[in-house]
């Protein structure tokens, strides 16, 4: 059957929280079936992976929406970042303070997001009321025989009763911290304009971890222990408690955003026993990268609890197909199942549709769907899809990819526009780097350097310019090129290889379909 598309006929919203199609064309990847598997034996070796990690586009949002309304998980619960722990660390005076004074508040951090967490575990495994919760945890004082210390866990309630389950917690734990080092500091430290004397700035740092340390972590892990004691040996409770948007808002740009994100990573690892919990965590690529490259902690004891998000061809097709044939069945009233290929067949520059587009993609389902949907803009209801179409379309897409390219690595690479742009000083879509044209080379760097207004002080920036294997790992970083392995296969960056290494730099390189305009 032929179908001719009205104009801005859609296969679905770019975003997940809007997407129609989302719930009736969701598929269910082999992370999103990984996640809401909660055996914990050792016949499920992904039962410990809760950071879901991937790109601008993959898909991260959408999966942690669907598992949420899986039928499979009896409770859900989700934490905004922003209008929890980070805002309340942005408004508060003493805080800044302490952060102008360079004191390290990384554990506490930790406590404020532990907090955090426990409140939403408690509430959904202990269903009666806050004041029974309290009388439950009293009554174990003095029990015998527990590998916990319940008196800590009844200290550190009593300690903040009156608000532990409300917003003004966070306020209250940040009040008590204030009026313990005032008392044993006095508050001149705090009035002192510049820096700290480097004997009261460690007197100051001893005295912050210490009471973080004492007062605050100590009590909150024998609640964890407690709870995992008494309370999560229901394994036919399934809890998912998820987090997102941790690149939103003011947070994609602070500059403690790195020590705030590692402070929750390491608050949630200290919940990772109670089986019947899973606290999900679905964060930026380039992101946990930077925590990594700030060597605030180790990849390799994260392996195990990531999930790193990617698709490949084949899933990518699944995914449109399922789109086209709902949205046929919806608003043309087709009754036999439609498939890609039977709207898209025909060919594009000599290739099938479906690669020309796929190719063009950097297989997220957002790029596939964003593609389709300019195909679709470019319909006037009197004609079929064509190459003409397709060709049209790309442009738009073009324009489309590359702001949100920019939009997603501008805050490590500033100037990360002028180096997608550079590539069009190369003439071939393949390339060696000691065999390119120096003359070509010598373009690329004038070319940036005309663009550097002379107003940055980035020194990597400076050092990308003069050194063009800098900006070759740059390219490959944020997705422009690959490394060609053969005619078929071409390897672009993921997180399993974010990045080129010193032998990777005499490898025939790629440029990505999408990106190279000559």
Sequence with gaps: ?????????????????????????????????????????????????????????????????????????????????????????????????????????????????????????????????????????????????????????????????????????????????????????????????????????????????????????????????????ELSNQKQIKIVISIDDLDKSWLSSSSIRYDFINALLDAFRELLDIKSVKILIAIRTDILMGIYKNSLRQHEKDQSLIYPISWNKKEIISILDIRINHLIKNQYSGSANTKFNDIFGFTVKGERAIDYIIDRTMLRPRDAINFVNNCFSECDGEIELNEDIVIAAEEKFYSSRKGALVQEWASIYPCVMDYIDSLSFLKSQEFIEELLDKKDIEKIQDFLMDRDKSTSTDKSHENIILNFKELIKVWFIIGVIGIKKSDSVIIYSSFEKPELDITDLNKTFFIHPLFFRN
């Design 1 to 229: 059957m032929a179908y001719k598309f009205r104009k801005n006929i859609e296969i679905g919203k770019l975003d997940a929280e809007t997407d129609s199609f989302l719930d009736s064309c969701f598929y269910k990847s082999e992370v999103f079936k990984g996640i809401v598997n909660f055996d914990d034996s050792e016949q499920n070796p992904d039962f410990t992976r809760r950071i879901i990690v991937g790109r601008t586009g993959s898909g991260k949002t959408a999966l942690l929406k669907q598992i949420l309304n899986d039928e499979h998980i009896r409770n859900h619960e989700t934490i905004e970042a922003e209008n929890t722990v980070f805002e309340h660390i942005q408004n508060n005076v003493f805080i800044s303070t302490l952060m102008e004074k360079d004191i390290d508040l990384r554990v506490f951090y930790k406590s404020l997001w532990l907090h955090v967490l426990l409140i939403k575990v408690i509430q959904i495994l202990y269903k009666k009321s806050y004041d029974s919760f309290f009388d439950f945890v009293k009554n174990l004082v003095g029990k015998e025989k527990v590998n916990y210390r319940p008196e800590l866990a009844d200290e550190y309630l009593e300690k903040f009763k009156d608000h532990f389950f409300n917003s003004n917690v966070i306020t209250e734990i940040t009040n008590r911290l204030q009026d313990d080092l005032s008392c044993k500091l006095g508050n001149d430290f705090i009035g002192v304009s510049g820096k700290l004397s480097e004997e009261t700035q460690q007197k100051v740092q001893k005295e912050t971890s210490s009471y973080v340390s004492k007062e605050l972590l100590a009590k909150q892990k024998e609640l964890i222990k407690l709870l995992k004691s």
